[in-house]
């Protein structure tokens, strides 16, 4: 019986149309592939990727079973891999989905993709961009926090909410940017510099919320990459994807593993600040006051001892010894006094033995010419002459009469 052509009168039913897309493609059988992989996940020991044309712009999806896992080389394959499979087209009625059955698959090189890649992280390597001692620290806590992220994503949801939980007050500057596509670069790039010369931004974060490697290669680019290591800006990165890293992860400040994550790196938590204060304040008054307590031990310690519990016997015993060194001093210097007195009286002695003072005061007396000279013999003064006569109590002015002969006890004159 042949079945009439579907019509508005008569249509197919979906399942009727889905089961003939299946047997259509059914009867394709396996072929032979080539492409590169730019995404291979593995859940439950299934593999499920993408396949994209070398060349062109055409990418199809794969599943590799765990029973052909199995088989595959024990190296494994990544994304950026260039492979060669046998696939078989397989539809799916029940969610109408086209996708690529692998029956084997084998490397054939690196693509085309991956090999750009890598000789680009080569190159910014030699020249120090990946170094850790060139990287930026964090602010403790940042005043303005700038958002480089798609418009109304999920990854700016989640930036924005965590941060706010943990420190209600944080402020963002947002900058919207393509996150996925051709026009990533131009504006991811144009996002890092407007924020990096804002002067009240104190760190950025480039948020996406993951994706396969061919949706991330704009965060591979050149131009982002350089931007972001050019920035003074502390910049965190926070594409969200394990399993394959963009080179702006190896030059960002910080690496978030999720834009939550980045929000939990960036924005410390209230709470647990003032619990640390808490803490901190504890410890000190602890601290203080076990220090105060040894301290007034200490003060206790010293008063009880007798040096001090009775300080009477300090002035007493000084007092006692001021006595005697008082005593001691009189008695040293009466005993200097009297030895000078006597040193005194013996060079008195000595003195008037020598003086002529007591030859005068035997009865003799000093003759002297008006010019103090010494009248020793008669021819000294010749008669006539003026005289100078000293007594013991005083001086007599004499005229000379001449020589006369003296007989000890009376005169003659001749």
Do not use: C
């Not at 303005?144 to 109304?152: A, E, F, V």
């Not at 350089?226 to 394959?244: F, M, N, Q, Y």
């Amino acid at each position: 019986m042949v079945e009439s052509a579907p019509s508005a009168e008569h249509p197919w039913p979906v399942a009727v149309m889905s089961g003939k897309i299946r047997d259509y493609i059914d009867r394709l059988g396996t072929i032979w592939v080539e492409g590169e992989i730019t995404q291979w996940s593995v859940s439950a020991g299934n593999v499920y990727g993408k396949l994209k044309d070398l060349d062109q712009d055409a990418t199809v999806g794969f599943t590799i079973w765990s029973s052909v896992r199995s088989k595959l080389p024990a190296e494994g394959f990544r994304q950026g891999d260039r492979v060669v499979a046998l696939v078989k087209p397989n539809y799916w009625v029940k969610g109408g989905s086209l996708t690529m059955q692998v029956f084997a698959m084998k490397q054939v090189g690196l693509g085309d993709l991956l090999e750009r890649l890598e000789r680009l992280r080569a190159q910014l390597r030699s020249e120090g961009l990946f170094d850790p001692s060139r990287r930026h620290p964090l602010p403790f806590l940042p005043r303005m926090i700038g958002l480089i992220t798609g418009k109304d994503s999920d990854a700016e949801k989640d930036v924005l909410r965590n941060a706010q939980l943990r420190w209600p007050d944080v402020q963002f500057r947002v900058v919207h940017a393509a996150v996925q596509g051709d026009r990533v670069p131009g504006e991811v790039t144009a996002a890092i510099h407007k924020l990096d010369a804002d002067p009240e931004v104190d760190v950025i974060i480039v948020a996406r919320g993951g994706g396969d490697f061919q949706n991330l290669l704009g965060f591979s680019d050149e131009r982002v990459v350089r931007a972001a290591a050019a920035a003074t800006t502390p910049l965190v990165s926070a594409i969200g994807h394990e399993a394959d890293r963009p080179l702006l992860d190896d030059v960002a400040d910080l690496r978030a593993s999720t834009p939550t994550d980045a929000a939990k790196r960036v924005v410390p938590d209230v709470a647990e600040e003032l619990a640390r204060v808490s803490q901190a304040r504890a410890r000190l008054t602890s601290r203080l006051s076990t220090y105060l307590s040894h301290e007034i031990v200490r003060v206790d310690q010293i008063r009880s001892r007798p040096v001090l519990a009775e300080g009477d016997w300090i002035v007493t015993t000084r007092s006692e010894d001021i006595t005697r060194y008082v005593a001691r001093g009189s008695e040293l210097a009466r005993r200097g006094l009297e030895r000078a007195e006597g040193t005194t009286a013996e060079l008195r002695s000595q003195l008037r033995a020598l003086s002529p003072r007591a030859t005068l005061d035997r009865g003799y007396a000093i003759v002297q010419a008006p010019v103090g000279t010494i009248i020793r013999t008669p021819a000294d003064a010749p008669v006539g002459s003026e005289l100078r006569v000293t007594l013991p109590e005083g001086v007599l002015a004499a005229r000379s009469e001449g020589p006369t002969t003296t007989v000890f006890g009376s005169d003659t004159t001749p």
